[in-house]
């Protein structure tokens, strides 16, 4: 997941002929080195790439992408720090008038590390948590990462860094999310980006705890209470590109860090428009988080990335976003959706690693509320494994059956299954987690009544 500040991140906007003008900030994996060995890592990052940029050709990247006009760099891996020349990049991208910004696992940075990033001029980094203690070191296939963690953002405060955290949403991190947040709030993080985990990279071997479309319907309350209590607090949750999309709590949730939270919606995937994704081997996409084969654009050993951004078709797939050939490419429950001409199916990212292609995400809290609401449950399977490389994904199966057909499986996620610190239960008014499922279930009552599906399994 990358960091980004919604303050110096730079958006698409329309101009007087109505079509897009694209501008964006870049996502640059400098390496596919790792210290860890996450089980939900998409890249599969470990060793390093075989053919990785060498100084002189990211130097020369680096003003290619002040030239293009890119106002900020987010450094990623595997993880940045392993590259060996990562400092002098991030000084250079400095130096050239652009913000550079970090994401890391935080496993292995010291108080001089995080002092000679401020002196290299960092601006901001993204540290990743994805739950408690044991939890997190499981996933992260590492013992003792959680500890480093709280560690490395302690120097990051110390030497005058801005930090936030991430973390994925999954079976295993779901049910500690409100105890996750008060770890986090009481060690000063002010900054929260969530994402669901998808089947890519590890995470297609992974699959068994990934979320089911049905659980949203439970966890989408719990997040939408977390965010409230979180801007009350000073801890902003900022929702993930495959965080919504329209459902009850969508202005809620990504509106309550701007004023005017009535006009903030989600308004479809912006790969190619707002960021664009960067390999450690020169390779160009759209969106750092996109498969490799898929959507490269090109190479900058073989082209200038002016050239690769604004005439390579694998960039600009979202170009027509807002006419009527920008839903030409949603099938299955996304096609006819509502919504469709805004969300456009969501997070490009999200559909295509379960089933090969884009158009049709099974995320959807507004298409989950649905099909409860009616009786019934979408599930996937994994039906074709994954080939074991960078970025790569499997393809799933889909199937609809009855909310209440037989279902056995112990990672299952519910409410009921959620922890809560003591101190924000003693805070509501009533039972909280009564007060939860009230929400949950209101709304169901209500889509059952507004979004009636034709035709009942």
Same mark, same amino acid.
């Given at each position: 997941?990358?960091?980004?500040?919604?303050?110096?991140? !730079?958006?698409?906007?329309?101009?007087?002929?109505?079509?897009?003008?694209?501008?964006?900030?870049?996502?640059?994996?400098?390496?596919?080195?790792?210290?860890?060995?996450?089980?939900?890592?998409?890249?599969?990052?470990?060793?390093?790439?075989?053919?990785?940029?060498?100084?002189?050709?990211?130097?020369?990247?680096?003003?290619?992408?002040?030239?293009?006009?890119?106002?900020?760099?987010?450094?990623?891996?595997?993880?940045? &720090?392993?590259?060996? %020349?990562?400092?002098?990049?991030?000084?250079?991208?400095?130096?050239?008038?652009?913000?550079?910004?970090?994401?890391?696992?935080? &496993?292995?940075?010291?108080?001089?590390?995080?002092?000679?990033?401020?002196?290299?001029?960092?601006?901001?980094?993204?540290?990743?948590?994805?739950?408690?203690?044991?939890?997190?070191?499981?996933?992260?296939?590492?013992?003792?990462?959680?500890?480093?963690? &709280?560690?490395?953002?302690?120097?990051?405060?110390?030497?005058?860094? $801005?930090?936030?955290?991430? @973390?994925? #949403?999954?079976?295993?991190?779901? $049910?500690? &999310?409100?105890?996750?947040?008060?770890?986090?709030?009481?060690?000063?993080?002010?900054?929260?980006? #969530?994402?669901? @985990?998808?089947?890519?990279?590890?995470?297609?071997?992974?699959?068994?705890?990934?979320?089911?479309?049905?659980?949203?319907? %439970?966890?989408?309350?719990?997040?939408?209470?977390?965010?409230?209590?979180?801007?009350?607090?000073?801890?902003?949750?900022?929702?993930?590109?495959?965080?919504?999309?329209?459902?009850?709590?969508?202005?809620?949730?990504?509106?309550?860090?701007?004023?005017?939270?009535?006009?903030?919606?989600?308004?479809?995937?912006?790969?190619?428009?707002?960021?664009?994704?960067?390999?450690?081997?020169?390779?160009?996409?759209?969106?750092?988080?996109?498969?490799?084969?898929?959507?490269?654009?090109?190479?900058?050993?073989?082209?200038?990335?002016?050239?690769?951004?604004?005439?390579?078709?694998?960039?600009?797939?979202? *170009?027509?976003?807002?006419?009527?050939?920008?839903?030409?490419?949603?099938?299955?429950?996304?096609?006819?959706?509502?919504?469709?001409?805004?969300?456009? =199916?969501?997070?490009?990212?999200?559909?295509?690693?379960?089933?090969?292609?884009?158009?049709?995400?099974?995320?959807?809290?507004?298409?989950?509320?649905?099909?409860?609401?009616?009786?019934?449950? *979408?599930? +996937?399977?994994?039906?074709?494994?994954?080939?074991?490389? $960078?970025?790569?994904? =499997?393809?799933?199966?889909?199937?609809? *059956?009855? +909310?209440?057909?037989?279902?056995?499986? $112990?990672?299952?996620?519910?409410?009921?299954?959620?922890?809560? !610190?003591?101190?924000?239960?003693?805070?509501?008014?009533?039972?909280?987690?009564?007060?939860?499922?009230?929400?949950? %279930?209101?709304?169901?009552?209500?889509?059952?009544?507004?979004?009636?599906?034709?035709?009942?399994?």
């Amino acid at each position: 997941m990358v960091f980004t500040d919604p303050v110096a991140n !730079p958006a698409a906007e329309a101009d007087t002929s109505g079509s897009y003008q694209r501008t964006t900030y870049a996502v640059w994996e400098i390496t596919l080195k790792c210290n860890l060995a996450c089980a939900h890592c998409g890249s599969r990052a470990g060793d390093s790439r075989v053919d990785e940029l060498s100084t002189a050709e990211a130097f020369d990247l680096i003003h290619q992408m002040a030239d293009l006009g890119i106002k900020e760099v987010s450094l990623i891996g595997g993880e940045a &720090f392993l590259r060996k %020349d990562w400092l002098d990049l991030a000084t250079e991208i400095t130096r050239v008038g652009m913000r550079p910004t970090m994401t890391t696992g935080g &496993f292995g940075i010291s108080e001089r590390t995080a002092e000679r990033m401020a002196e290299a001029g960092i601006r901001g980094v993204s540290v990743s948590v994805d739950g408690l203690e044991a939890v997190h070191d499981k996933l992260r296939g590492r013992k003792g990462s959680w500890k480093q963690v &709280f560690q490395t953002l302690a120097h990051f405060r110390k030497v005058g860094i $801005p930090f936030g955290c991430n @973390t994925q #949403i999954n079976r295993l991190s779901a $049910p500690q &999310f409100p105890l996750l947040y008060q770890t986090l709030l009481d060690a000063g993080v002010s900054f929260w980006q #969530i994402q669901l @985990t998808v089947p890519m990279g590890n995470a297609v071997e992974s699959n068994q705890i990934l979320m089911q479309p049905w659980e949203l319907v %439970d966890l989408y309350p719990m997040l939408a209470w977390l965010s409230k209590t979180g801007h009350a607090e000073g801890l902003q949750i900022q929702p993930g590109n495959n965080i919504g999309y329209f459902g009850p709590y969508e202005r809620a949730m990504r509106g309550v860090r701007f004023k005017d939270n009535q006009n903030v919606f989600y308004t479809g995937c912006n790969a190619g428009l707002q960021v664009i994704g960067i390999e450690a081997d020169g390779s160009i996409k759209g969106c750092p988080s996109l498969p490799t084969n898929a959507y490269t654009g090109g190479n900058i050993r073989e082209k200038k990335l002016e050239d690769i951004f604004y005439n390579a078709e694998e960039l600009k797939f979202n *170009e027509n976003a807002g006419t009527p050939e920008g839903t030409d490419h949603l099938w299955g429950g996304c096609k006819g959706c509502e919504f469709a001409e805004l969300c456009r =199916g969501g997070c490009n990212w999200t559909a295509h690693v379960f089933f090969g292609k884009r158009g049709n995400n099974p995320y959807c809290h507004h298409r989950a509320l649905k099909q409860v609401a009616n009786g019934q449950r *979408e599930r +996937f399977s994994l039906k074709t494994g994954a080939a074991g490389l $960078p970025f790569d994904h =499997g393809i799933f199966d889909m199937v609809t *059956e009855p +909310f209440n057909a037989p279902y056995d499986d $112990p990672l299952a996620f519910s409410l009921d299954k959620v922890q809560f !610190p003591e101190r924000l239960v003693a805070s509501y008014e009533g039972n909280l987690l009564a007060g939860l499922k009230e929400h949950r %279930d209101k709304y169901l009552k209500y889509y059952a009544e507004r979004f009636p599906l034709a035709q009942p399994v």
